[in-house]
């Protein structure tokens, strides 16, 4: 059983579904329910999705076995495994403690609002399939200056319980079954959405790419969504994978975890989006698709507001598993680096990312005039700072730290247990850590600043 919170006690995950499940935890969550389908809305539908799918072959499951290498290679979480491999580098294990904390601010909002749709469900508000109705309560709720903050305290004093208290035992545990639940729960509501009048649309705009969709926003929009929804670029995945034992197939648990993530994205996206074509609402309405859209398909449903009880319970489940590991990263930092007591680090950062997501809320009610990055509002800022930028350049330079750096040849005999383990995509592999992955994310970078189009005009 694993114990996160026990840094010196290299204690280890209790079985290998156990880690995958934990792992999974940590990457399934609102990145898959709530962004994925609201991201696909808001750019192109099959184009942002056909992205998606290619930045994740080329891109995810390389960087996913990158980071349990390390992890487990060094046996310790993001700092102190750069440090481990090469001193000179563990900043990019701070840069990714700074996503993390970041993330979870808005992240936690989101949270709550979760919590807030429990409540609805049980009051029975949702029994209508009203557009306005539906999109009013939700409005509503989100511009409250107070409302919205209360339920993120809530999210937040949750996962700093769960943080502080240690999350062996219970936390896999619940996870063995809570997961598979969420799964279960999401066909059953994905199948009612889909037999509503009119939800071919839905499906069509989701799977049938427009090329003509796709452009560098588009690109750094789904690539910023694969690191964020399978939990990569800021050393979470190291510090899961420094539990692992050393005889366990890396390289096989390294393609179940975003196989298992991109189904339950998919299946979010097969559900929310005929919904919203069903009943007419607008793709692209962004954050509010998955509060305004299956509260309408729960309407139709029998023993709807059961359903939507149960439903919100398992995505604040989902949510919370990935909460403490984000949290986890920010604390285990404040710990290892600066000797500060655990009870300690994680108070202080909890309350700090509280405030930050704070402004976050406020931002999208009282203080929406404010705009920071590019034009955004607090809250997208934050999303869009962590996700699309820190993550990935997160990713890309760890690629280029294996590459360059610690070396192929270690991270291979790593990934296949000192040879042990037959890897026969291991050139392949190396191949996309080395070369693919860095320089498809340095492109995308050049070409969402607009410096590729400076270069191209040189020649
Ligand atoms: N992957 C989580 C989600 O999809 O909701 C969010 C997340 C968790 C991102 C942990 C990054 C991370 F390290």
New binding site residues.
Partial sequence: MVDLNEKKARDQWGSRFGFIMAAAG???????LWKFPYMAGKNGGGAFVFVYFIILLLVGFTLMLAEIAIGRHTQLSAVGAYKKLSEKWSWLGAMGVLA?FL?LSF?SVVGGWVINYIIKSVTGVFSTADVDVLGGLFTGLITNPVEPLIYHAIFMIITLAIVIGGISGGIEKASKILMPALFIMMFIVMLRALTLEGAMEGVKFLLAPDFSKINGEVILAALGQVF????LG?G?MITYGSYLSKDEDIVQSAMIIPLLDTAIALLAGLTILPAVFAFGFNPGEGPGLLFVTLPAVFSKMPLGSLFAFIFFVLVLFAALT?AI??LE?TVSYMVDEFRWERKKATFTMAAIIFLVGATASLGLGVWSNIKIVGGRDIFDSLDFTASNILLPLGGMLMCIFIGWVWGLENAIKEASNQGKLAFKLAPFWGFLVKWVAPVAIGIVFLNSTGLLDIIKGLF
């Fill in positions: 940590s990457a399934i969550g609102l990145g898959n993390g993330i992240y964020f929804s399978l939990s800021m979470c990935s590991s984000l990263v």
